[in-house]
């Protein structure tokens, strides 16, 4: 199991989850893995990669077809100056 140590929280936010892990009955450690656990159980990660996704968004654009200029050179090979 994994540790994980919050450095730099501000004195308000700590009193803020002093207070809510005692309304809950909780230590403020296990009200932080409640607090953890309902977040991210919430959105699972997503199965596509990032092309997937950056395609699957755009999609449903319509008429998002480009002209591409024609070409008036062949490609050619890299030339790699020393």
Same mark, same amino acid.
């Not at 309304?23 to 919430?42: K, N, P, T, Y």
């Not at 755009?58 to 591409?68: V, Y």
């Given at each position: %199991? ?9 004195? &308000? ?9 005692? #309304?809950?009955?909780?230590? %403020? ?7 953890? #656990?309902? #977040?991210?159980?919430?959105? *699972?990660? *997503? ?14 654009? &319509?008429?998002? &077809? ?6 008036? &050179? ?9």
């Amino acid at each position: %199991m994994a540790t994980l140590t919050i450095r730099g929280l501000d004195d &308000e936010l700590h009193a803020r989850l002093r207070v809510r892990a005692a #309304q809950h009955g909780r230590s %403020m450690e296990a009200e932080v893995r409640a607090i953890l #656990q309902d #977040q991210l159980s919430s959105s *699972p990660l *997503p199965a596509w990669g990032l092309g997937s996704r950056i395609h699957a968004r755009f999609a449903t654009i &319509e008429d998002a &077809e480009l002209d591409l200029p024609s070409r008036s &050179e062949a490609p050619r090979a890299a030339a790699f100056d020393a």
